[in-house]
T-cell receptor, first 114, second 111 residues
Framework: DGGITQSPKYLFRKEGQNVTLSCEQNLNHDAMYWYRQDPGQGLRLIYYSQIVNDFQKGDIAEGYSVSREKKESFPLTVTSAQKNPTAFYLC?????????????FGDGTRLSIL | GQNIDQPTEMTATEGAIVQINCTYQ??????LFWYQQHAGEAPTFLSY????GLEEKGRFSSFLSRSKGYSYLLLKELQMKDSASYLCAVRLNTGFQKLVFGTGTRLLVSP
């Protein structure tokens, strides 16, 4: 079955530490997205990528970085510059950025501060 | 700015019908998605409306009025498993599929 796999499911970060969240898809989708979900707020876009080796900042990119070296993979690094990283992080993919199809989401990673 | 409003929480009884409203004011509009999200899980797609009117899909229906900036999701014959959050998301008129999400409506279905 095709889908999106996010790992780990739970992640803890110490002060001053960078952590990387994994997102892998086997749907052969070109476009991938990272969102952050906080209680009482809607999903907010962090970064998106249309194609390998290309990515763009979303609405709340400060304190985050991404890479897109392979079509299947779009890891997100939460850097120490992100002062409030505790949230539920969701990765999504789409056949193409212009597609009218719905985005497919992974099961998410919950990040907490130690 | 972008503004999408949904009720925070709703309760209903098993077997009943519930309507979840979503109003939006956005700079551009290119369709509206509804997603279902169980706690701690991935959002799953329910419906997509681009044109005005009602789209029916089994127990779920979604309505859109672009002139009023209004949509609703109608759930019939409620089941306990329908207890979840329902997310309204507007697709903007950008060069890529950019979605702006509402805060979600948490629906609790009781026996």
């Amino acid at each position: 079955d095709g889908g999106i796999t996010q790992s780990p499911k739970y992640l803890f970060r110490k002060e001053g530490q960078n952590v990387t969240l994994s997102c892998e898809q086997n749907l052969n989708h070109d476009a991938m997205y990272w969102y952050r979900q906080d209680p009482g707020q809607g999903l907010r876009l962090i970064y998106y990528s249309q194609i390998v080796n290309d990515f763009q900042k979303g609405d709340i990119a400060e304190g985050y970085s991404v890479s897109r070296e392979k079509k299947e993979s779009f890891p997100l690094t939460v850097t120490s510059a992100q002062k409030n990283p505790t949230a539920f992080y969701l990765c999504a993919s789409l056949p193409g950025l212009l597609s009218n199809q719905p985005q497919h989401f992974g099961d998410g990673t919950r990040l907490s501060i130690l | 700015g972008q503004n999408i409003d949904q009720p925070t929480e709703m309760t209903a009884t098993e077997g009943a019908i519930v309507q979840i409203n979503c109003t939006y004011q956005t700079s551009g509009f290119n369709g509206l998605f509804w997603y279902q999200q169980h706690a701690g899980e991935a959002p799953t797609f329910l419906s997509y409306n681009v044109l005005d009117g009602l789209e029916e899909k089994g127990r779920f229906s979604s309505f859109l009025s672009r002139s009023k900036g209004y949509s609703y999701l109608l759930l019939k014959e409620l089941q306990m498993k329908d207890s979840a959050s329902y997310l309204c998301a507007v697709r903007l008129n950008t060069g890529f599929q950019k979605l702006v999400f509402g805060t979600g409506t948490r629906l609790l279905v009781s026996p």
